[in-house]
């Protein structure tokens, strides 16, 4: 390998201002400054993931494939930076140059390829496996516009186009020479054995690679991303006969397939370009995992012992049958033991139990993209009948292909991603596949990564630990527990309780300069902040605090806890509830933030266009996570983690991964409240469960009515009666119900804050006892309970 030495963070800097952009420090824009920076991080990122490719390839060892529609990675500057451990470097060299670090990272646009949990938790598993060493790559799609830009009018949710690749960006590597032609439509001929597919139309899938670097750069992998392209780009007999726009349509088409992030991420769209979407990156990534298999190894019999894929969720489920095309129709590999194959290696993750998300599309649709999957589908949906004679359910029913029936039938292992989630599976949805392959279901408790979710958003606590413990908590989490003794020393537990302190008053500092929110950094910090959804419960935040205000209203002298409500998230363009939710909190923040009588007690905020950045500012300064979905509803949530871990104790129900956070932190650290999964199914059985919980709540009542009669939107007082007149309905989510546990578990909070020793404790045991929620753990789980691979570190 050619050797290079390394020159200083400055001269690097220096060079790439000058060579790579054209430019003078005089002369430099803040982009550039940026982009120079990220490039002499990036040459350094380069030679670590040279290193870690030469050493798979040497050691032949097995590889995981981690296929996913989503990728939310947010910024990579600061997360390169701080895995080089070039912090105070990059500080030091920019400041030469009169440039300040947190603006040159502030200029960096959040890749948003991602909706919530699922995309993120897809970049902290990249992270993880970086970290740990294991070889393996992220496929994904390229998409152009990420998560719709969220901002409010009159209260109300507005949708911009997002435009990260519009300002230029630095981790990305084009590779014109990787291409793979995907297609769709057509027919299938039969010639004896030989079956072939002919699609009618055909884009290419370009690739483009990002290093994903780990901790201490010891090791890097690839995160490869597909664009599409077309394969003739320009009509010329078209221009020659000046139809311009038909000259350039062949380009144009063939984009749209990248052109952007569906953004629900929980129900499909049902529409033919998800699908296409789907394919084209589950094609693209098989046929290039296929091409580097065979350089390196040859046999495909031998496949699942040297590829481990992932499926993150049934977005890529068309894998399954794609991979037994290709080795059954295109290699020749006998039907049976192409599904053999394929089985071993593919493993599934799925994500959610909402019956609305749970993918399926009509044949009619399938069987016209995708004409030889259908009926490939067909086979193995046979053979697993003939296999299991006890067999009910079809994965093709009600003129649908069931994505998650296949999946399963297609993967050695099935996990869900919390303790919770995991049992319900068994249960629910897999219970008939569940008793047919009772090994196959596994559990793997989401996690996330502590050098993005501690290390770099929270320095001034990561500080503490540090000196504290040393550093080993950077890459072994579980060290935290060594903080426990420090717990009960005063003068530790007040540095602990400045930090957090501080935390607050630089994000309150923030809240007055960029949206004019003025707020006292004493009052507690109350957090929800995740995708809107009725499950997820924010209108049981808001009601609460409505009631709250009511009764402050009442008493304006009592001794209360002063409290920011502070929400954040996105709903899904077409989610009316959900914007409605959203628009309600907006309305009742201004009336009620402007009430001279409560507003030193009681103050709302929700900040727009929730990203990874505005997470990565708001979960170190949260006083309190609001973890509040109906139970049997969360699969995981992982956000519940972050906060555990920064130091915010959760007010929430037993739902997903708060269990475990409970069974973790201590359940006298965790404000537990509301029905638990089995009591929601039996409360549901209840007649008039809404009506008799607000019957027997006058808070509640009193805080229906009020938004009823139009108190928080006075020129349409009826604006608000698809909410009330859901609560006071049907009420699925059982908001009506939850409500007065809720209340009670807010009034404890209320309490145990006004103990700020006793609060700093609390907080400090959520942060020694979060160790296990590393998504280091997660990584290492799998490895070994699903893709049987290994690290090259250890
Ligand atoms: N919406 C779950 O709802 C979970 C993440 C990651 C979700 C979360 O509870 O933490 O996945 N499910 O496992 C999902 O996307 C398609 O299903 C999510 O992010």
């Excluded at 296999?387 to 292909?401: E, F, G, K, L, W």
């Excluded at 920064?646 to 997903?656: E, R």
Aim: aromatic share 10%; glycine share 6%; net charge negative.
């Amino acid at each position: 390998m050619l050797q290079l030495s390394t020159p200083s963070l400055r001269d690097s800097i220096l060079r790439h201002l000058t060579y790579s952009f054209g430019k003078d420090p005089e002369h430099a824009i803040l982009e550039d400054w940026r982009m120079a920076l990220s490039y002499a991080v990036r040459d350094r990122i380069v030679d670590a993931w040279f290193k870690a490719t030469h050493q798979t390839y040497e050691t032949g060892a097995k590889r995981v494939y981690y296929l996913s529609m989503e990728f939310l990675i947010g910024r990579l500057l600061e997360d390169g930076i701080v895995n080089l451990e070039l912090v105070e470097e990059a500080k030091s060299a920019l400041a030469e140059f009169s440039k300040d670090y947190n603006d040159v990272l502030a200029d960096e646009p959040d890749a948003a390829l991602g909706n919530g949990g699922l995309g993120r938790l897809a970049a902290c598993f990249l992270e993880s496996l970086s970290t740990i060493g294991c070889p393996a790559h992220g496929y994904g799609i390229r998409y152009e516009h990420g998560l719709f830009r969220q901002s409010f009018v009159g209260g109300r949710q507005v949708e911009q186009p997002e435009l990260w690749l519009g300002q230029r960006h630095a981790w990305e590597f084009e590779r014109p020479e990787v291409r793979y032609r995907i297609g769709f439509g057509g027919h299938v001929t039969n010639h004896g054995e030989t079956v072939r597919w002919h699609p009618a139309e055909e884009v290419e899938a370009e690739a483009f690679d990002t290093p994903v670097v780990g901790w201490k750069g010891r090791w890097a992998n690839t995160l490869r991303l597909w664009s599409g392209r077309a394969i003739h780009p320009f009509d010329l007999a078209a221009f020659n006969h000046g139809d311009y726009a038909a000259a350039a349509a062949p380009e144009a088409l063939a984009r749209t397939i990248s052109r952007v992030l569906y953004p629900d991420d929980t129900t499909e769209q049902g529409k033919e370009l998800r699908l296409k979407q789907e394919y084209f990156l589950t094609g693209a990534a098989l046929r290039d995992i296929l091409r580097r298999f065979n350089n390196q190894f040859g046999d495909l019999r031998k496949l699942p012992s040297k590829v481990a894929i992932q499926l993150n969720d049934t977005h890529p489920a068309i894998a399954g049958p794609e991979l037994i095309r290709i080795l059954h129709d295109e290699r020749g590999i006998p039907f049976d033991e192409s599904m053999d194959i394929a089985r071993n290696t593919l493993s599934y993750t799925n994500h959610t139990l909402l019956p609305e998300a749970l993918e399926s599309w009509g044949e009619a649709l399938f069987g016209r993209l995708l004409p030889r999957h259908i009926q490939i589908i067909d086979q193995i949906d046979n053979e697993h009948a003939n296999r299991n004679p006890s067999r009910t359910q079809s994965m093709r029913a009600d003129h649908q292909v069931k994505m998650g029936q296949l999946s399963f039938v297609m993967a050695h292992k099935v996990n869900g991603v919390s303790a919770l989630h995991t049992e319900l599976m068994k249960t629910t949805v897999f219970e008939e596949l569940h008793n047919l392959h009772p090994d196959r279901i596994v559990n793997q408790t989401n996690g996330v990564t502590p050098r993005r979710w501690l290390l770099a958003c929270n320095p001034r606590l990561a500080g503490l630990i540090t000196e504290s413990i040393g550093e080993v908590w950077v890459d072994d989490l579980e060290q935290l527990e060594k903080l426990e003794p420090y717990i009960e020393d005063a003068g530790w537990l007040d540095r602990y309780g400045k930090v957090k302190r501080d935390n607050k008053v630089e994000l309150s500092n923030w809240m007055g300069q960029a949206h004019g929110f003025h707020v006292d950094p004493d009052m507690i910090f109350d957090v929800q902040i995740k995708r809107l959804h009725e499950y997820k419960r924010q209108h049981l935040n808001i009601l609460e605090t409505i009631a709250h205000w009511l009764e402050i209203r009442d008493n304006p002298d009592a001794d209360w806890t002063p409290r920011l409500k502070l929400f954040a998230g996105k709903a899904a363009p077409g989610y009316f509830f959900a914007k409605d939710i959203i628009r309600l909190i907006n309305d009742a923040a201004a009336v009620i933030n402007a009430d001279p009588l409560t507003n030193k007690y009681l103050k709302i905020a929700f900040l727009p266009n929730y990203n990874v950045t505005l997470a990565e500012r708001l979960v170190p300064a949260a006083d309190l996570s609001e973890q509040i979905s109906t139970a049997g509803k969360e699969a995981s949530g992982t956000g519940n983690m972050k906060f555990a871990l920064n130091g915010a104790p959760t007010v929430g129900t037993l739902d997903g991964a708060n269990v475990e956070i409970r069974d973790h932190v201590g359940a006298e650290n965790f404000f537990l409240f509301g029905m638990t999964a089995e009591e929601v199914m039996e409360r549901r059985m209840v007649e008039s469960h809404a009506q008799k919980a607000i019957a027997a709540d006058p808070r509640l009542a009193r805080a229906l009515e009020v938004i009823r009669e139009g108190r928080f939107s006075p020129a349409e007082p009826e604006r608000y009666h698809n909410i009330t007149g859901n609560l006071e309905g049907a009420d699925y989510f059982l908001v009506c119900s939850d409500f007065s546990d809720y209340w009670r578990a807010q009034r404890e909070v209320d309490a145990a804050f006004k103990d700020q020793q006793g609060w700093a404790r609390m907080a400090a045991f959520n942060t020694a006892r979060s160790g296990w929620f590393s998504s280091d753990r997660t990584i290492r789980g799998y490895m070994k309970d699903i893709w049987d691979a290994k690290s090259l570190l250890d």
